[in-house]
């Protein structure tokens, strides 16, 4: 079940984005390392605790740290099982926004507003492509964006979005 959630999470066409306020340690943090925008309260902290509790990475711990961290700093992240500040986090890249803790709702509300009112078909084909780009050739990372870039062209979306350019307004995506 959990592996199923974290595939989920990774296979939701939509971006998903963590708040995390307070201590994220084990599958905890790689629940929200598996979201595509990470914000952090200033008071959060980060763990790979499983080595602390006799286990080995879980919740896609494996493929995530070293694809966010590098090879190393998983290795030592997940070793150690040390806890990490938010602003730690933050130089490390794992979050992508450290905000003070009395403003993580707002700032997570804005991100989503943002995000909902976007492209849908748009931003899911960015994420299925970053998603998957460390596991292709770049000659075929361009063959895939040529042909996602071709379907997006004739989206009911993209039309919409020459129309507003045109007429100086924000466009209204529908996912068509």
Do not use: Y
Not at 11 to 26: C, K, R, T, W, Y
Not at 126 to 146: I, Y
Request: charged share 20%.
């Amino acid at each position: 079940e959990i592996n199923a959630l974290a595939l989920a999470i990774h296979e939701l066409p939509q971006p998903a984005i963590a708040a995390v306020n307070g201590v994220a340690a084990g599958a905890g943090a790689n629940l929200a390392l598996g979201c595509d925008l990470i914000v952090a309260g200033e008071s959060a902290r980060f763990s790979q605790i499983f080595a602390q509790r006799g286990l080995s990475v879980a919740f896609g711990g494996s493929w995530l740290l070293p694809r966010l961290l590098g090879l190393h700093k998983a290795k030592a992240l997940a070793f150690f099982a040390e806890i990490i500040t938010a602003a730690e986090a933050a130089e490390f890249g794992i979050v992508n926004r450290v905000v003070p803790d009395d403003a993580l709702a707002d700032q997570v509300q804005d991100w989503a507003r943002r995000l909902a009112a976007g492209p849908p078909l748009a931003l899911a084909a960015m994420k299925h492509a970053l998603n998957d780009g460390l596991n292709l050739t770049f000659s075929d990372a361009l063959d895939r964006e040529a042909v996602t870039q071709a379907g997006l062209f004739t989206s009911r979306d993209a039309a919409e979005a020459s129309h507003a350019f045109v007429e100086k307004r924000r466009p209204t995506f529908r996912g068509e």
